[in-house]
């Protein structure tokens, strides 16, 4: 479920079956950002940070274009549910 706020606050809802994981798996959902976002994890969760870069050939070489943030967030599987908040900064 996916839930906008007049703020531009966006909350997304996960729930998910934990009888389908073992014991020690993780449930994660990734976040495509092409702005400055805080992101929060409730329950608290592991979340990993890429930047999303493009390359393209000149005279000079490779250059590297950052388009964005990729957000990665992870859970405990057997907890079976888990909530991201997307604010501006």
């Not at 495509?32 to 992101?39: M, R, T």
């Amino acid at each position: 479920r996916y839930r906008f706020e007049a703020d531009g606050t966006v909350q997304a809802y996960f729930e998910w079956n934990t009888e389908a994981f073992s014991a020690d798996a993780r449930f994660s959902t990734e976040i495509s950002l092409g702005g400055d976002a805080e992101v929060l994890a409730v329950p608290e969760a592991e979340i990993w940070r890429f930047p999303i870069s493009t390359y393209s050939k000149s005279e000079r070489g490779l250059d590297q274009t950052v388009q964005g943030e990729s957000v990665t967030v992870l859970w405990p599987a057997g907890q079976g549910w888990g909530r991201v908040r997307l604010s501006r900064k």
